[in-house]
Antibody, heavy 121, light 107 residues
Framework: EVQVLESGGGLAQPGGSLRLSCAAS????????MSWVRQAPGKGLDWVSG????????YYGDSVKGRFTISRDNSKNTLYLQMSSLRAEDTAVYYC??????????????WGQGTLVTVPS | DIQMTQSPSSLSASVGDRVTITCRAS??????LAWFQQKPGKAPKSLIF???SLQSGVPSKFSGSGSGTDFTLTISSLQPEDFATYYC?????????FGGGTKVEIK
């Protein structure tokens, strides 16, 4: 059974930093691209960042480029999102999402339950 | 960036109704289109990938069609468990982008 479990969310100050983790199991982690998707309270889905299965390619949404860094450790089956220069508008539930293959152009598959990040204004 | 426009943004339907949601891309995305279902307080769930391929375990009452810029998600006979918000997403080019969502409510 595929499981993805996010952790690391919480309260962060404006301008501060936070690191999210996503522990994955039940599939060959290195064969799956991974994404972070967020959802602000009462709003729609917003793709934040993605990384290929081997970690060699990374991509970012316009609103987080230069502030967030995605990475993965395939030996630990873990995905990360390092968030810095946090803003109130980064407040959201952050979801970890597996993909159907090693590239992001294979579509999202399994979603974690999310971790809440709150940045007060 | 590719803009994804869903319509309608919300709809009211009855149990047993056939429901169709549309998604339009601002440029050609071939068939790199996915549909997700989200219920209140829950994580989204993948329904369809490659515009028309059903994810394993998803009931056949869900179907997707389209290519290029125009896509549809159809629920053949709406059931109580199908009342939710549905999102399309393009994954043809970066950044990946979602539609604004369609909330399906009980009439």
């Amino acid at each position: 059974e595929v499981q993805v479990l996010e952790s690391g969310g919480g309260l962060a100050q404006p301008g501060g930093s936070l690191r999210l983790s996503c522990a994955a199991s039940g599939f060959t982690f290195s064969n799956s691209a991974m994404s972070w998707v967020r959802q602000a309270p009462g709003k729609g889905l917003d793709w934040v960042s993605g990384i290929s299965g081997n970690g060699g390619s990374t991509y970012y949404g316009d609103s987080v480029k230069g502030r967030f860094t995605i990475s993965r450790d395939n030996s630990k089956n873990t995905l990360y999102l390092q968030m810095s220069s946090l803003r109130a508008e980064d407040t959201a539930v952050y979801y970890c999402v597996t993909h159907n293959g090693p590239m992001l152009t294979t579509g999202g598959r399994y979603w974690g339950q999310g971790t809440l990040v709150t940045v007060p204004s | 960036d590719i803009q994804m426009t869903q319509s309608p943004s919300s709809l009211s339907a009855s149990v047993g109704d056939r429901v169709t949601i549309t998604c339009r891309a601002s440029q050609d995305i071939s068939n790199f289109l996915a549909w997700f279902q989200q219920k209140p307080g829950k994580a989204p769930k993948s329904l369809i990938f490659a515009a028309s391929s059903l994810q394993s375990g998803v009931p056949s009452k869900f179907s997707g069609s389209g290519s290029g810029t125009d896509f549809t998600l159809t629920i053949s006979s709406l059931q109580p468990e199908d009342f939710a918000t549905y999102y399309c997403q393009q994954y043809n080019s970066y950044p990946l982008t979602f539609g604004g969502g369609t909330k399906v409510e009980i009439k």
